[in-house]
T-cell receptor
Framework: DTGVSQDPRHKITKRGQNVTFRCDPI?????LYWYRQTLGQGPEFLTY????????KSRLLSDRFSAERPKGSFSTLEIQRTEQGDSAMYLC???????????FGPGTRLTVL | QQQVKQSPQSLIVQKGGISIINCAYE??????FPWYQQFPGKGPALLIA?????SEKKEGRFTISFNKSAKQFSLHIMDSQPGDSATYFC????????????FGTGTRLKVLA
């Protein structure tokens, strides 16, 4: 059990650029979540995958955001035409089954200049 | 409304003292209440969790007290240590569908040596 990993850990980009983040969940965890955390706040739910199916998206996830989880393994979160308001920590979490706790990755810190 | 209110925002405790963090919720569609500990630049790590059919759970120096009728729960850290200095988040898990977490806004704890 190697834990949830995320890549990159830090990303600095200019406004208007596209960025993509990757999350590798704990193996055999079929549920994968993306959260966003801004400074001084708790994580906020963005989207959820059960295996490869994206089953819920938050209102926070504008049409500039897209997430995938091909083959139900790793997941990617892409932000197109980044804005300064997108600057945040993007956290990925996974769990095995609906009753088990979520394990979080270290996050990707995005800074949009 | 799915909200979890957390207080205080920050807390300073002497080494050996008791740290108490409180959370309250309004929506009854929650079935699991975890507490997470987060150090700067890291993802949240599960500390301790409780289900609503239990009024108290203790693990080492950490205790959760749960009051179902008042819709409140709290984290007590006994014999607080400087290494406990971190941000603590309470959360509530939505009962159905995604089983996503709704997080409180966090409490920044500082334990003085």
């Amino acid at each position: 059990d190697t834990g949830v990993s995320q890549d990159p850990r830090h990303k600095i980009t200019k406004r208007g650029q596209n960025v993509t983040f990757r999350c590798d969940p704990i193996s055999e965890h079929n549920r994968l979540y993306w959260y966003r955390q801004t400074l001084g706040q708790g994580p906020e739910f963005l989207t959820y995958f059960q295996n490869e199916a994206q089953l819920e998206k938050s209102r926070l996830l504008s049409d500039r955001f897209s997430a995938e989880r091909p083959k139900g393994s790793f997941s990617t979160l892409e932000i197109q035409r980044t804005e300064q308001g997108d600057s945040a920590m993007y956290l990925c979490a996974s769990s095995k089954g609906q009753y088990n706790e979520q394990f979080f990755g270290p996050g990707t810190r995005l800074t949009v200049l | 409304q799915q909200q979890v209110k957390q207080s205080p925002q920050s807390l300073i405790v002497q080494k050996g003292g008791i740290s108490i963090i409180n959370c309250a919720y309004e929506n009854t569609a929650f079935d699991y209440f975890p507490w997470y500990q987060q150090f700067p630049g890291k993802g949240p790590a599960l500390l301790i969790a409780i289900r609503p059919d239990v009024s108290e759970k203790k693990e080492g120096r950490f205790t959760i007290s749960f009051n179902k009728s008042a819709k409140q729960f709290s984290l007590h850290i006994m014999d607080s240590q400087p290494g406990d200095s971190a941000t603590y988040f309470c959360a509530a898990r939505v009962t159905s569908g995604t089983y996503k977490y709704i997080f409180g806004t966090g409490t920044r704890l500082k334990v003085l040596a």
